[in-house]
């Protein structure tokens, strides 16, 4: 965790995330256990239920995971941790998702934080279970409990050779009180985690089972798609929906706060339907936003001093009055998220209640909005949350929950509302665009005297008004504000800029613009002095005031000998170097191989990742989260960006906001630093590197700094 | 409406529809087969693959009409009951899937490929995934699980 003596407002959330489950089962005055699982889910009424694991006569053990899956693989590595203490048969672990409520307050799946903040909690749980079944046991055969071992899935005394499983003994246990000290396995015993296990949802997935949002079928449902307008916000003055109506398939054509909402028996109907639309529309706010304007406008701003987010000595007059100074402006662009299954969702809205079916990362959100919305208290609508076809932090919002609501309750029945493509695009909220502007020293020696970081960005706005000031700047410069090197003269400021469009957590959030600007003007610094750029960052880190400054220091060295950093490469192709400590807690370095075209194409050979992530639950899945994440940073290093004219995003579908493809992408090779601390994050945090290692390696192969992300061709001159 | 008539997973099957529906949206909305997805409906990113006559088509791009008279597999016609087709069994074998939206199109691709090249090279794959959008990144472990499934047939 992070050096700073009070908790930042990210560990307060972080550690509320498991405040439910540190209640672990929870017992009525008589010892019994609360039946909490839907009854379409349960298994057999004998057994046992628990808020957490449910145990079948038969043997089946299944373990609740109340968080999104989007591809993370949350639904395999927290029941891991659980079976684990457990003592379960992997094999007879199958996997539930609750709807959120009281029982389940805290489903919002964000921040790279699930199995970091469920590590201890779901091993407790499964400690505690272990425990019962083994006072079970060995009250049935009359003997002391610490004479019972248990094998997987087994309770053993091997004094006697007696054998119980744990389907023999579920019906006992919730006359046991529960533990209020379970015995954690020795790590060295470990069976289950550190050992490479497969996705829960592979065969359902490999066969087209896997439910998704999109996949949702209820009876009597029909299908909406919805016009949203020329530009972000604007709201329909006029509605001309004859054409629209006559199309067949469709039914009605209804106006909702989000747009003019045609719902049919089918998708394509409704989208044919929508086409068909004549609205007159009255801008929104932003109608005439600029991304490229708005750039530049940063540009200029970034010349403010800002708040101050953090500061040592006095970086300004250190500048000016040393021998080498430097400066460089960084631009990063807007960005999308664009997960491959659009943003949906399926409402029923009835008599007294709602029922909701969806991906979403932000379960209980969902439910307090709709009911809001709705007028309804939170326990009359019910979430039933369903696979993501990608999240990558937009599936936090409420919006597609919303809206699926707002157009059900117009037309008195269930409908899915699907995005299309480009609604997907455009009108969600984005990844923010910002200008880093960096100034640096050395003195005589080639030693860095001096730091200046101002950033000129917006904050997020999708889910609340942001309130502007010094603690806000601090949030914002996430890379900036918690740099890990060490520098005598240092001022890092934030100047903050209302957000002209709707901006919310991308995968890294603020990391990827940060660290970007860091990471390359760092590499300008090396330079400047003459030094490699990796001995160069180890040089200025500090252990004695920054705790993982010796892990930096390791990932870092462990990066340039796996890399092969310093060796001969063939002609034209050159390395870079990135590295980033995420949040106080998981610290990585990157190495990108790269070359460059004559006709100005990038093509990177080589990602080399070394990751202190702590424990490793799942090597199979994290190696996987890594591979995950270096192909979402590469594709926003190298592919594309979101560019807004008159107020709306100018893309509109894979064509014009690609993705990087199998041809383009390079061997990936992760290693991840063994560890026996306990795990943190690993979902999100491999971007945030990325696009540093690869402009710090074009611009070594160019001979000249690249300061964009994207790495566009005008910019390789 | 006018009636069309394919074959899906060997199965003769008939169905009306306006002939410009595209095939993805009967597949998944009035023939209940939803393991073709839906990703952008303009053939940018492959999600809706299927296969026609052996050969991986976008289904968003075909409409009722074109697809008349032709057989078409699906992800849910790969297996043989409970029996997985060996590429699934690789892509099992591989763990390759992340949010696994985009797998059954990429199985079904691989599936194409591998009827046309037993031993693809690196070239040939990154062909036959021209334009195809994993967003989640898995292209390193499908590649891995291509090699598996070639070399599982050459030992055969």
């Not at chain 1, 000290?181 to 996705?199: E, N, Q, S, T």
């Not at chain 1, 040393?322 to 402006?329: G, H, T």
């Not at chain 1, 860095?448 to 700047?473: C, I, N, Q, R, Y």
Request: aromatic share 6%.
């Amino acid at each position: 965790m992070s050096a700073t003596a009070t908790l930042s407002r990210r560990e307060v959330l972080k550690l509320a995330a498991f405040a439910g489950a540190a209640v672990i089962l929870e017992a009525t005055p008589a010892g019994r256990i609360r039946r909490v699982f839907a009854a379409e889910a349960a298994p057999a009424t004998a057994g046992f239920r628990g808020k957490w694991v449910a145990i079948a006569p038969d043997g089946r053990v299944t373990i609740v995971v109340a968080r999104g899956e989007m591809g993370q693989g949350v639904r395999t590595t927290l029941p891991m941790i659980l079976a684990e203490e457990m003592d379960c048969d992997w094999k007879d672990v199958t996997v539930f998702t609750p709807s959120p409520g009281p029982d389940y307050r805290n489903m919002r799946t964000s921040g790279s934080w699930s199995v970091g903040g469920g590590y201890e909690p779901y091993r407790r749980i499964g400690a505690t279970v272990r425990d019962l079944l083994v006072r079970a046991a060995a009250a049935r055969w009359n003997v002391p409990a610490g004479e019972c071992t248990t094998e997987p899935g087994v309770v053993v005394h091997a004094a006697t050779k007696r054998r119980l499983g744990y389907g023999a003994l579920a019906g006992s246990l919730a006359t046991l009180a529960l533990t209020d000290k379970p015995v954690l396995k020795d790590p060295a015993r470990f069976r289950i985690i550190g050992k490479p296990m497969k996705r829960v949802d592979g065969r359902a997935i490999v066969t087209g089972t896997a439910g998704y949002g999109a996949d949702v079928r209820v009876p009597q449902m029909k299908f909406a798609s919805v016009e949203r307008g020329a530009n972000l916000g604007a709201t329909p003055a006029h509605v001309d929906d004859a054409a629209a109506r006559a199309v067949p398939g469709v039914e009605r054509v209804v106006t909702v706060p989000s747009g003019v909402a045609v719902i049919a028996r089918d998708s394509w109907s409704a989208q044919r339907g929508r086409e068909a639309l004549k609205v007159e529309w009255t801008p929104g706010p932003n109608a005439a936003f600029d991304s490229r304007a708005f750039l530049r406008e940063l540009t200029e701003a970034s010349r403010e001093p800002g708040w101050e987010a953090r500061a040592a000595g006095d970086a300004d007059a250190a500048i000016a009055s040393a021998p080498k100074k430097l400066e460089a402006v960084y631009e990063y662009a807007f960005q999308a998220h664009a997960p491959l299954e659009p943003m949906n969702a399926t409402a029923h809205v009835h008599d007294g209640g709602c029922e909701l079916w969806l991906g979403t990362q932000a379960a209980n959100q969902v439910q307090e909005a709709v009911a809001k919305r709705l007028g309804l208290d939170a326990g009359a609508v019910t979430i039933h949350c369903q696979l993501m076809g990608g999240g990558f932090g937009r599936r936090l919002g409420v919006d597609m929950a919303l809206e699926a609501a707002e157009v059900s309750r117009a037309i008195g029945g269930p409908v899915q509302v699907l995005w299309s493509r480009s609604d997907d695009l455009r009108y969600g909220y984005f990844q923010p665009g910002s200008v880093h502007r960096m100034a640096g020293a050395l003195d005589a020696t080639g030693k860095v005297v001096a730091w200046k970081h101002t950033m000129a960005g917006v904050p997020h706005s999708a889910f609340s008004e942001p309130t502007f000031g010094v603690d806000l700047a601090r949030d914002l410069m996430w890379g900036g504000f918690d740099n890990p090197y060490v520098y005598a003269n240092l001022r890092v400021g934030h100047v903050t800029r209302k957000p002209p469009v709707p901006t919310g957590p991308w995968r890294a959030v603020h990391y990827p613009p940060g660290v970007l600007a860091r990471e390359c003007f760092m590499d300008e610094l090396a330079a400047a002095a003459g030094r490699d750029p990796i001995a160069f960052r180890i040089a200025m880190l500090a252990p004695s005031t920054e705790p993982t400054a010796p892990r930096l220091a390791s990932v870092l060295k462990l990066a340039a000998e796996k890399s092969g950093w310093g060796g001969a490469l063939p002609a034209g192709r050159a390395r870079g170097v990135a590295a980033n400590v995420y949040d106080g807690d998981t610290v990585l370095a990157q190495v990108a191989e790269v070359s460059v075209s004559a006709d100005r194409t990038v093509r990177v050979h080589r990602l080399t990742c070394v990751v202190d992530c702590g424990t490793v639950v799942n090597p199979l899945g994290a190696a996987g989260q890594v591979e995950s994440a270096v192909v979402f940073g590469l594709t926003a290093a190298l592919k594309g960006e979101i560019t807004f004219a008159n107020g709306l995003a100018e893309q509109s579908s894979y064509f014009d906001y690609p993705v990087l493809a199998m041809g383009e992408t390079p061997e990936i090779d992760v290693h991840f630093v063994p560890s026996a601390a306990p795990p943190c994050g690993l979902g999100e945090q491999c971007v945030s590197p990325v696009a540093a290692a690869v402009n710090n390696a074009v611009s070594t192969a160019i001979g000249r700094r690249v300061r964009r992300s994207p790495v566009r061709a005008v910019d390789l001159g | 409406m006018p009636s069309h008539s394919i074959t899906l997973n060997g199965k003769p099957v008939t169905f009306e529809a306006d002939p410009a529906m595209p095939l993805l949206w009967v597949l998944r909305e009035r023939l209940s087969s939803t393991g073709t997805k839906y990703g952008c409906g303009v053939g940018s990113c492959g999600a809706c693959t299927v296969l026609r006559d052996g050969a991986p088509v976008r289904s968003c791009q075909v409409t009722s009409a074109e697809a008349n008279g032709h057989a078409f597999t699906t992800i849910e016609g790969l297996a043989r009951g409970a029996t997985l087709h060996p590429v699934q069994l690789a892509w099992l074998d591989e763990d390759v899937a992340q949010c696994g939206y985009c797998q059954p199109a990429a199985i079904l691709t691989a599936v194409a490929l591998l009827k046309t090249h037993a031993d693809p090279i690196d070239a040939e794959v990154d062909d036959a995934f021209a334009g195809f959008v994993c967003r989640c990144g898995s292209y390193p472990r499908m590649r891995r699980a291509i090699r598996r499934a070639a070399q599982a047939a050459v030992s055969k």
